[in-house]
Every structure is written in structure tokens, then in C-alpha cells.
């Protein structure tokens, strides 16, 4: 069973932490400069960053185990949900069309399974 | 003044659409927390001082297995690096406002947030309309997030397994991320962190989240500079 204090001890350490992360340039680059070649990589932190995030909940099926096919449902549901955001540009549509591809793909994969 | 009522209204207005998706994200992370064991107020201090649903989800499943209390600070610390990131790129836009502002809008700096707020800040390049833009997208989304991580723990059990509701995770991002790849340089930065995280999987404490990330942004400014140089 874990204690309160293990559970405050995270809570408050990585909560003061997260809010320095989300604080340091701001608070440090309201007096200085920013160097021109940090301003040139952060165009791309957004992008790479959300990637990493992204791929290992999708090509992963269990941690460890590389699925990257058309088999793994996560993968075609993510496919179909990244068209949606390229000609939609709408988070909504995005997630509702990538749940219900989905459903459907883990549907018709039990099906075919039982078949 | 730096507060302007119409953008803080437009901040809200534009960003609740996209709730209905972010939803689910709060349920999951408040159903997290149930099964790792969080007493209320711990639930409570996750969502609204950590305020991060990713390190959430994390801190949930470490607790629940028994890691070290080091191991589970370093890791949602590392997944948390990216607002490092988030800020710097916010930083030129916040400089000319007063300290009380700057803190306010840093600590509801999260991914949503900072894709709306810096999309108006280079929309209108104006310091009080980003302002208070920002300021409404993020007491939005923050209020939001306490009410349905809230509820997601109490409803807990209630939601089926079957039904993957964890997987609104990755759409959640995915609906953010499509939108920055605006260019064949931000592409191949995405393609180098996607093939990169993967790769280093191996690592320890999710670090191959933050070195995809280092990979990924190197492998941009290259592409950047050849672009620019043939």
C-alpha cells in the first residue's frame, strides 16, 4: 500500500518541477536574448515532441512488442485519424473518426479470428 | 491593462470544441489514479498541481507497481522536458508582460494550450490579444481538466475495458501534432523522433521519449539548412 507522503512526495516534487519547466525560458528570456540558433530549433520541438509521444501508444502492442502492421488496429485507426487532421484540421473529428476506426477495426479482427 | 475580455472570450469560445475529445483523456487519467489507489485529495493534487496528463497516467502506473518514489519523479519529470520546449518558444511573446502575467499563463502552459496560444500570438502578433487569449483557453481547459479527471475517478469501474478509451490518448496528440507539419523540414523531424523513439525503447524511464525529441529537432534544423543552402 502506498503512503501519502510517496503520493505528495510526487505530487509536489514533479508539480513545482512541471511548472519551472513550463517557466524557465519565459521568466529567463523576458531579460536576455534568445540566441538565434535556439529560435531556429524550436520551430521543431512541437513536432518532434509530439511524435515521440504519439507512436509507441500506437505501434506498440504490448510494451515491447513492435506491431507496426495493418493488423495492429491501433495503427489503421491512427492512419485514418491523421487524414482526418490533415483535411480537416479538427481535434474533434480527429478523435471521434480514430475511436470508432477503432471499434471497428478490433471488430472485424475478433470476426476474422473466430472465423 | 493587459486583460481584454473579447480575445479571453474568444480563447474560451474556440477551445470548447475540442473538450469533447479532451474529455476522455481526463477520464482516463482519473481512472488511473483510482486503480493506482490515489485517496481523493491525492487525485486531486495530481490533476490540479501536476496538471499534466501524461505524467499522470505515468506517476498512476509507477505508484501501482511499486517503483521508487525517485524513479516515478524522474519520469514524469522527463516527459515533462517538453514544456521546457513550449516555453521557449512562448518566451519572445510574453516579454513585454508584467511578472504576474507571465507566471499565470506558464503554469497552464500544457500542449493544448500552447498550440492555440502561440497559433493566435503569430496570428495577430499582438502581446494583449495572445494574452488574453491564452489566459481563456487555459482557465478553460485547466477547470476542465479537475471536472473530468474528478468524475473519471469517481465513475472509475463504471467504464468497460473493452471499450480502449485509453486509446483517445494518442488521438488527443496526434489531432495536435498533424497541424505543425507545415513544412518538409518540420516532416522530417517528425519522421526522425517517430523512427528514433521506437528504436530507443529499450531505454530506461521513458528517456527515449526526450532523446526522439533532441533527434527529432536535430534532424529538422539539418534538413532546414540544406533546404536552404541548395
Redesign the interface.
Known amino acids: ?2 503512503s ?1 507522503i ?10 513545482s ?3 519551472l ?10 531579460h536576455f536574448e ?1 540566441p538565434p540558433l ?23 502492442s504490448a510494451p ?1 512488442t ?1 506491431a ?1 502492421t495493418y493488423a495492429n488496429p ?1 495503427v489503421v ?2 492512419a485514418i ?2 487524414a482526418v ?2 483535411r480537416t ?1 479538427n ?2 473529428a ?3 473518426i ?2 470508432v476506426t ?2 471497428l477495426m ?1 471488430w472485424l479482427l475478433g470476426a476474422a479470428r473466430a472465423a | 491593462m493587459i486583460f481584454s475580455r473579447l480575445d479571453f472570450v474568444a480563447g474560451v469560445r474556440d477551445m470548447t470544441p475540442p473538450l469533447i475529445g479532451l474529455a476522455p483523456f481526463g477520464l482516463v487519467c482519473g481512472v488511473g489514479a483510482q486503480s493506482a489507489g490515489a485517496s481523493p485529495w491525492e487525485a486531486l493534487g495530481l490533476s490540479a498541481l501536476m496538471f499534466s496528463g501524461a505524467a499522470q497516467i505515468l506517476a498512476a502506473q509507477l505508484i501501482a507497481a511499486g517503483a521508487p518514489v525517485a524513479v516515478t519523479i524522474l519520469t514524469c519529470v522527463v516527459v515533462g522536458l517538453r514544456f521546457l520546449m513550449y516555453s521557449a518558444a512562448m518566451a519572445p511573446h510574453l516579454k513585454a508582460l508584467p511578472t504576474r502575467w507571465r507566471h499565470a499563463l506558464a503554469f497552464l502552459l500544457t500542449d493544448q494550450a500552447f498550440a492555440a496560444g502561440i497559433r493566435r500570438f503569430r496570428e495577430t502578433g499582438d502581446t494583449r490579444n495572445g494574452a488574453s487569449y491564452f489566459l481563456g483557453t487555459g482557465v478553460l481547459l485547466w477547470t476542465t481538466w479537475q471536472v473530468t479527471c474528478f468524475a473519471g475517478y469517481w465513475l472509475g469501474n463504471v467504464i468497460p475495458v473493452a471499450w480502449s478509451l485509453d486509446f483517445v490518448v494518442p488521438l488527443c496528440f496526434l489531432a495536435l501534432l498533424v497541424p505543425t507539419l507545415e513544412d518538409g523540414s518540420t516532416r522530417v523531424a517528425a519522421v526522425a523522433a517517430g523512427i528514433a523513439v521506437v528504436a530507443l525503447d529499450a531505454l530506461p524511464m521513458r528517456l527515449s521519449l526526450i532523446c526522439a525529441g533532441v533527434i527529432g529537432i536535430a534532424a529538422g534544423m539539418l534538413a532546414e539548412a540544406r533546404r536552404g543552402s541548395s
Open positions: 500500500m502506498t501519502a510517496e503520493w505528495w512526495a510526487v505530487i509536489l516534487v514533479v508539480g518541477l512541471n511548472f519547466s513550463r517557466l524557465s525560458f519565459i521568466a529567463v528570456f523576458a534568445m535556439v529560435a531556429r530549433g524550436l520551430r521543431f520541438v512541437p513536432a518532434a515532441m509530439l511524435t515521440a509521444i504519439v507512436v509507441p501508444s500506437v505501434v506498440f515491447g513492435l507496426f491501433k485507426a491512427a485519424a491523421a487532421a490533415w484540421k481535434a474533434v480527429t478523435m471521434g480514430g475511436m477503432l471499434w478490433q
